[in-house]
Nanobody, 113 residues
Framework: VQLVESGGGLVQPGGSLRLSCAAS????????MSWVRQAPGKERELVAT???????IYADSVKGRFTISRDNAKNMVYLQMNSLKPEDTDVYYC????????WGQGTQVTVSS
């Protein structure tokens, strides 16, 4: 299993970013995929999940601002983040739970003026 995130960066409050995760090594269309975030010294937070059928679930802290989506033909999962706030600053990870949890290397998102 390999999960490779991209798309992070520095953005001003109120701005937008789109994260991407390229997945390989498993039957992508058969599994739910998630985005989680974690900063040093903070607990990991499940941000959003999309099931194999396209059902989406969001943390209350991002509901209405973030949108998770997937492209099964490309083995990709995305996180569109709008109206970003300084408290969204974190390392964002693509996450798969299969025979064990799998994570990518993470992509840093920094929201600051």
């Amino acid at each position: 299993v390999q999960l490779v995130e991209s798309g992070g960066g520095l953005v001003q409050p109120g701005g937008s970013l789109r994260l991407s995760c390229a997945a390989s090594g498993f039957t992508f269309s058969s599994f739910a995929m998630s985005w989680v975030r974690q900063a040093p010294g903070k607990e990991r937070e499940l941000v959003a999940t999309i099931t194999r059928d396209g059902l989406t679930i969001y943390a209350d802290s991002v509901k209405g601002r973030f949108t998770i989506s997937r492209d099964n033909a490309k083995n990709m999962v995305y996180l569109q983040m709008n109206s970003l706030k300084p408290e969204d600053t974190d390392v964002y990870y693509c996450y798969l739970r299969w025979n064990r949890p799998y994570w990518g290397q993470g992509t840093q998102v920094t929201v600051s003026s």
